[in-house]
């Protein structure tokens, strides 16, 4: 049963690695405004005095054991296991210890957390590079001092910037891929092809997708999270009735939908509007039965790998076209509020 947050003492804290993409060690940010109130935050954690520079191994509030790295007298890190069971776990034992949502510090000043930077670009820059979740952000990001040195502020630019921007924002914070389509016809072994490994249970029987199942992805160095949504039978169960409610209700809002197909069974209908068009890619699955039912922009054997290779691509130029990749001008990776 979940506590009740804690009063907040005077410090924000917020998760400075990709949220939902496990590695090998998580960044919590803690900020104080002043020496005393970090002191206090981490005698309420349980992590006893820590020096300014000082590099600590803790028992992290019950979590984990992990590494309390204290840069400066107001600002401190915590470095657990990268496991999103523990970061998850972790967040709720700092949101009810420091304060609850008063105490979230998502625009925190980065100037803080990297006081090796000389500018607050180069701060946002690092800042950045440590929540990325797609590798193709790495050298967009290490480009942007020079580009937004080189920035004209004409009008037109600023509006170019902002187009560019919002597309580039899925290389930090990951697009959402919705698959569909009907039972047994293939998509919970594409899924497992893409990810490299076993995240869905196959067999040939329909109906074995009760859920959606959903896994981040790195589709040639762009990380998406993929939801595998499961098929609709006419005399599914209410179980699935109701998983397929949940699947469509995140394929209405998602960035990309995958509609499924193969020799016998038509994918579902898509989004009517032409507008949505570029958000739906026609993906035909096992493509050794013959052609699809209708007109598909890819065919796919996943079991052979024929395809799918074609479709990375697709989805990567779907989400992040590379004329956005290769252009030169800047990108406004930041919102965090700081003027500059």
């Known amino acids: ?132 979740a797609s590798p193709l952000a790495v050298d967009l990001l290490l480009a942007q001092p020079a580009r937004w040195a080189a920035y004209e502020r004409a009008p037109e630019a600023a509006a170019a910037v902002e187009r560019r921007s919002r597309v580039l924002a899925r290389l930090i914070d990951p697009a959402l891929v919705v698959a569909v389509g009907g039972t047994n016809i293939g998509k919970s072994t594409l899924l497992n092809t893409l990810a490299g490994r076993g995240v869905s249970i196959v067999a040939d029987e329909p109906g074995t997708t009760r859920d959606h199942v959903g896994v981040m992805l790195d589709l040639a160095g762009l990380v998406v999270r993929y939801v595998d949504a499961p098929g609709v039978r006419p005399d599914a169960p209410q179980v699935e009735r109701e998983a397929a409610e949940m699947a469509g209700e995140l394929a209405s809002r998602c960035d990309l939908l995958l509609l499924c197909e193969d020799a016998t069974t038509p994918a579902p209908p898509g989004p009517g509007e032409q507008a949505d068009a570029p958000r739906v890619l026609r993906v035909g699955l096992r493509s050794d039965l013959g052609p699809a039912r209708g007109p598909v922009d890819v065919r796919v054997h996943a079991p052979t790998g024929a395809g799918v290779e074609e479709l990375v691509a697709l989805i990567r130029e779907r989400l992040v076209p590379r004329e956005v990749l290769e252009d030169p001008g800047p990108w406004r990776f930041w919102d965090d509020g700081l003027a500059g």
């Open 1 to 132: 049963m979940d506590r009740a947050p804690s009063p907040p003492i005077g410090v924000r804290w917020r998760l400075a690695t990709p949220a939902g993409v496990p590695g090998g060690v998580a960044i919590f940010e803690l900020s104080a405004a002043d020496p005393g109130t970090m002191d206090r935050a981490l005698a309420t954690l349980g992590l006893g005095r820590i020096a300014a520079g000082a590099l600590v191994v803790r028992d992290l509030a019950g979590v984990d054991r992990g590494v309390v790295a204290r840069w400066t007298p107001t600002s401190v890190h915590l470095m657990p296991h990268g496991g999103a069971a523990v970061t998850r776990a972790l967040a709720r034992e700092l949101a009810c210890v420091l304060g609850g949502p008063a105490a979230r510090g998502d625009d925190l000043d980065p100037r803080a957390a990297y006081p090796e930077a000389t500018t607050l670009l180069e701060a946002r820059m690092l800042d950045a590079l440590a929540r990325a």
